[in-house]
């Protein structure tokens, strides 16, 4: 008995002795790696959320690697609403809501679906670039996206003090300094400070964020400019058509931003070249936002400019055997309706007098709130 136990025992420290030194083995191996790698997660060497970076990177890399992306409905559908919604609906929501809910002294209805405009749209726009399948340049994205938004909100703050200085009297074609409502103020340096406030708006507002002068400012001329000047009776009148806004109003961070995330949708397999039905039934409610967007934006340069750069684009990629993803044939089946839209928007009114006087110059592309103000109101 005695005997059996000894040898039991002498077995026992034998299995031990063999776990440890296999158990110090493996120590001794993960040691030297992560010294021949100071910066792998875990080690002492790592720096803080070096394992969240390694994965994120290699998740970057298996995308790039798999070459294409699924079609981002979510944010294609809540893109596409929001711009109807918050950037089409806000001149008709300043028709539709009294205006004596709003004092001019308050942010209008219109001020707040500005609001949520400037906060929303860098939002869905940086979702989109953190779906691209490739990796685009972050410090060209985020300084394009910083841009926008401090363009925009220069552009809130004087298209909203111009949209009160107008139901004061303030006429939109006549310079700062020759409106009757401002020559005659004294001292004569808030003269000044007027002319400081059109050049944040109209110059790097507009050159930042890129509109022209809003429909929301019209909309407040048309009903300021009626007969009856009365809040309460500013309906039912005809409005003189105002001049129109300087060609060019540049929207160059919102393009670039498209533009980049567009050079990151092409796949090496044509079979996932293809859209799914429900982007199909999406393509028309967006190309006719960006119809809008060009021609009340009058941004009919910079528009045809980034359509031909993501045509060459295509054309380049084809030599490659890379094909447009889900993603890249929705935004450029999009810019391909917005031109169609364009083309037939000029052809139908080429020969109004009205808005050729309006608008002269090579380019003509009239704008839908000054087509309304002349064709549609007045006849109601």
């Known amino acids: 008995m005695f005997a059996f136990a000894a040898f039991g025992q002498r077995n026992l420290f034998a299995v031990t002795g063999s776990g440890a030194k296999g158990l110090a083995g493996r120590l001794a191996m ?6 021949r790698h100071p910066g792998a ?9 070096a394992s969240f970076l390694q994965a994120r990177h290699s998740s970057v890399k298996a995308d790039e690697a ?36 709003f004092p001019l002294n308050k942010p209008s209805v219109g001020d707040y679906f500005h609001m949520a405009y400037n906060i929303i749209t860098p939002f869905l726009l940086l979702q989109l670039i953190e779906r691209c399948p490739r ?8 300084v394009s996206i910083i841009t926008f938004i401090m363009g925009a909100s220069i552009h809130l703050v004087g298209d909203s003090v111009n949209h009160r200085l107008i139901f004061s009297g303030y006429q939109n074609h006549l310079s700062v300094r020759e409106n009757p409502i401002i020559k005659n103020l004294k001292p004569e340096t808030l003269i000044d400070s007027f002319e400081l406030l059109y050049y944040y708006d109209e110059y790097l507002g507009h050159s930042m964020w890129g509109r022209c002068r809003s429909s929301g400012s019209r909309l407040a001329a048309f009903r300021a400019h009626r007969p009856a000047v009365s809040v309460a009776a500013t309906r ?41 039905g429900a982007a199909l039934l999406l393509v028309v409610p967006s190309g006719l936002y960006y119809w809008y967007l060009v ?80 064709h549609v109101s007045s006849q109601h």
């Open 135 to 142: 990796t685009l340049p972050r410090s060209l994205i985020y």
């Open 295 to 374: 021609t009340e934006g009058q941004i009919f340069i910079l528009f045809i400019f980034t359509s031909f750069a993501m045509l060459a684009l295509v054309l380049h990629q084809k030599r490659k055997r890379l094909f447009l993803d889900s993603n890249g044939l929705f935004l450029f089946y999009s810019f391909a309706l917005t031109l169609l839209l364009v083309a037939l928007w000029v052809a139908w009114l080429w020969n109004d007098p009205v808005l050729r006087k309006k608008y002269p110059g090579v380019i003509y592309v009239p704008e839908p709130w000054a087509f309304y103000t002349l």
């Open 236 to 276: 039912g009148q005809r409005a003189p058509v105002l001049p129109g806004p300087r060609l060019q109003r540049w929207y160059i961070p919102f393009f670039l931003i498209l533009f980049m995330y567009f050079s990151g949708c092409f796949t090496p397999t044509k079979a996932e070249s293809s859209m799914p």
């Open 66 to 101: 798999a070459g294409t992306a699924p079609f981002h409905l979510d944010l294609w559908f809540y893109f596409t609403l929001q711009n109807w919604v918050l950037d089409f609906g806000r001149p008709i929501a300043m028709l539709v809501f009294p205006l004596e809910w």
């Open 30 to 35: 993960e040691a030297a790696a992560r010294r």
């Open 41 to 49: 997660a875990g080690g002492p060497g790592a720096q803080p959320g």
